[in-house]
């Protein structure tokens, strides 16, 4: 099962229930979420291993 959140609903504790019970998630992460965003920020978007594109009327990264 996959489930899909926007960023209203990136929160650990549904994370967490999602995992514990055999699912998997895709979350929008903001800004707010300052340590999750740095730590993603961080990651080598270019290696080929993760896929996204910048929306410029927004600045939002979405999987392209």
Not at 2 to 24: S, Y
Not at 42 to 55: P, T
Request: glycine fraction near 10%; proline fraction near 2%.
């Amino acid at each position: 099962m996959l489930i899909t959140a926007d960023a209203l609903h990136a929160h650990d504790e549904n994370a967490q229930h999602i995992v514990e019970r055999g699912g998997h998630y895709l979350s929008r992460i903001k800004g707010n979420r300052k340590k999750l965003f740095a730590l993603l920020n961080g990651l080598n978007w270019e290696d080929g291993k993760h896929r996204s594109r910048i929306l410029p009327r927004c600045g939002r990264a979405d999987a392209g």
